[in-house]
T-cell receptor
Framework: GAVVSQHPSWVICKSGTSVKIECRSL??????MFWYRQFPKQSLMLMAT?????????EQGVEKDKFLINHASLTLSTLTVTSAHPEDSSFYIC??????????FGPGTRLLVL | SQQGEEDPQALSIQEGENATMNCSYK?????LQWYRQNSGRGLVHLIL?????REKHSGRLRVTLDTSKKSSSLLITASRAADTASYFC???????????FGKGTTLSVSS
């Protein structure tokens, strides 16, 4: 099946710093990528949808200036958490969709902000 | 926003027993999918059922879909300790493209 990777898998940072998370589709072209956030013992919450070459569409309540999404190519999307604070600590999961309807999920990135 | 609600929220059973989880959703869908997530890990896709299908099987998994009731069930037969995980249903709106997840059921299978 199609493979989606995320990097890094783990990141610890100080409050106020920015963190970039990469999501790559390794063996297919992803016209659409999605970013989810998952807090402990909760479900995945959709943060935003990004299409290659266009601006991301953010879900209600997600600050677009805080969570910057760039989908510059058909195989790479990045999520930058700007000026991270402890409440941004979470598990961030990306997924990618090509011409088929199936969404393929990355392994997730655990962010801990101290 | 979350589309689905699963019940029960938590389920504890013995190995060999069957586990049934239910999912309800709010709007029309193209398909409904079930995923498994081991603690702190990524998602594993289990099965997809389309809106025009009523039942689907995959190994020890059986999924049903009732579009009139906007509900689905996942049955795991002859459960194993390795089935211990959280299970989520997820749907795609007919008008949209993103998978929206339900709240999930945490299954614990003890040996």
């Amino acid at each position: 099946g199609a493979v989606v990777s995320q990097h890094p898998s783990w990141v610890i940072c100080k409050s106020g710093t920015s963190v970039k998370i990469e999501c790559r589709s390794l063996d297919f072209q992803a016209t659409t990528m999605f970013w989810y956030r998952q807090f402990p013992k909760q479900s995945l919450m959709l943060m935003a949808t990004s299409n290659e070459g266009s601006k991301a569409t953010y879900e209600q309540g997600v600050e677009k200036d805080k969570f910057l999404i760039n989908h510059a190519s058909l195989t790479l999307s990045t999520l930058t958490v700007t000026s991270a604070h402890p409440e941004d600590s979470s598990f961030y999961i990306c997924s990618a969709r090509g011409v088929q309807e199936t969404q393929y999920f990355g392994p997730g990135t655990r962010l801990l902000v101290l | 926003s979350q589309q689905g609600e699963e019940d029960p929220q938590a389920l504890s059973i013995q190995e060999g027993e069957n586990a049934t989880m239910n999912c309800s959703y709010k709007t029309s869908i193209n398909n409904l999918q079930w995923y498994r997530q081991n603690s702190g890990r990524g998602l594993v896709h289990l099965i997809l059922i389309r809106s025009n299908e009523r039942e689907k099987h995959s190994g020890r998994l059986r999924v049903t879909l009732d579009t009139s009731k906007k509900s689905s069930s996942l049955l795991i037969t002859a459960s194993r300790a390795a089935d211990t995980a959280s299970y989520f249903c997820a749907t795609v709106y007919q008008a949209g493209t993103a998978l929206i997840f339900g709240k999930g059921t945490t299954l614990s299978v003890s040996s």
